[in-house]
Structure formats: C-alpha cells, structure tokens
C-alpha cells in the first residue's frame, strides 16, 4: 500500500513568488494535515482537511492557505513567498480520526 | 492549551548504552493521546506509539519501551542497547480528544546521535 506521497520534493523560489505543494493521503484516509519545519522551530500545525473542508488552522498568515479534493488530496498554497517562509513542509494522514498520523517525506521550499 | 515539552534538546551516547527521551505534556483535557515519532535525516516522520489517556500501562516493543506517567504529565522513551541506526531527531506529541479531536501538537525534539 502506498504512504503518504508529497511533491515536488524539493521547490526553490524567489521572494514574492507563490508556491503550491501536493500531497496525496494513503488511500481510504479523509483527513489531511500540513505542518511547517523550519529550523529551530520545530514543527508547526498549519492547516487541517477532512472531507474537503478546513477543520482547523494553526497561528499563520492568510497567505498560507490550501484545499482539499475529492479524492482527499490536497495542496498547499503560499503566496507572496518570504525568506522566512523557507522550511520542510510536511504532509500527514489519517483515517477520520484515529489519532495515528501517518507523514510523507515532506517537499523542502527554500525562499531566495 | 496544549503543550509538549523535550527539555533534551540533544544526546550523544555509544552504542550499545540505553538512552531515555523525556516528554512532559499540559492539557486540560481529560482525554487525550501521546505520540512519539522518529524522525531519520531523510526527513520523513516514522509512527514509534499512540497511547490514549486511559491507558498508563508502559509498552516494550523490542529494544523500544514507553513509561506513561500521569501523575507527572509524562511519557518518556527508552532505548535500550543503542544502535547506530536509532541516530534520528525524535518526537513526542500530544492531541486532545474532550470535544473533537484536535490536530497534533509536538514538542521540539530531541537529536540523539549513537556513536559506534
């Protein structure tokens, strides 16, 4: 069965640019969660997707800001790119809600 | 609010030594999971253990052990006889469960480094 996949695995941008990153869940998982990694903060809760509505959203900016598909996939948008935005962007899902998150490889965005 | 705190921000041991890695959590909430992962340099976040609220029994799976201590709000790891293979950044992380689940919340991380 395949995991969590993320794409691209790696995306590099210019200040101001946006950026969109994917994530498809295993497969018969609803829900869908973004978390930031930047360095030295560990990780961060962004948004939070479950039968393609927002259930939750962590303490970012309206820049930040993603959906959710039918087939459960999800994208994440981030626009007017800062140097500080610059992190690995992680991919979870789970089943409803069985408190087992399962991660992708997470799609490395670095900000120039 | 919900918080979870790896006071060990890094730990170096040789192989073969056993290693623990402290959580320490706050919730209000009266149920409530635990989870730890592992996270390798490749990136990717590996699942170790969940543990609901309800259930302090510690855990042993292989050379992995969970001391769950509500009294204290903790719930360390240990590694027992280390490898080279457990060098990982690992996590402890709470979500709280009264009214809805909530999205995990982690704590900052322990680097530990096994030397051979």
């Known amino acids: 069965e395949a995991g969590v996949t993320q794409s691209p695995t790696h995306l590099i941008k210019t200040r101001g640019q946006q950026a969109t990153l994917r994530c498809s869940p295993i497969?018969?998982?609803?829900?869908v969660y973004w978390y930031q990694q930047a360095l030295g903060l560990g990780l961060q809760f962004l948004l939070w997707y479950d039968e393609g509505e927002e259930r939750n959203r962590g303490n970012f900016p309206p820049r930040f800001s993603g959906r959710q598909f039918p087939n459960y996939s999800s994208e994440l948008n981030v626009n007017a790119l800062e140097l500080e935005d610059s992190a690995l962007y992680l991919c979870a899902s789970s089943p409803l809600w069985t408190g087992e998150a399962f991660f992708g490889q997470g799609t490395r965005l670095t900000v120039v | 609010a919900q918080k979870v705190t790896q006071a060990q921000t890094e730990i170096s041991v040789v192989e073969k030594e056993d290693v623990t890695l402290d959580c320490v959590y706050e919730?209000?909430?009266?149920?409530?999971?635990l989870f730890w992962y592992k996270q390798p340099p490749s990136g990717e976040l590996v699942f170790l253990i969940r543990r609901n609220s309800f259930d302090e029994q510690n855990e042993i799976s292989g050379r992995y052990s969970w001391n769950f201590q509500k009294s204290t709000s903790s719930f360390n790891f240990t590694i027992t006889a280390s490898q080279v293979v457990d060098s990982a950044v690992y996590f402890c992380a709470l979500s709280e469960a009264n009214s809805g689940n909530t999205p995990l919340v982690f704590g900052k991380g322990t680097r530990l480094s096994v030397i051979a």
């Open positions: 497969s018969g998982h609803t829900s």
């Open positions: 919730t209000r909430d009266t149920t409530y999971y």
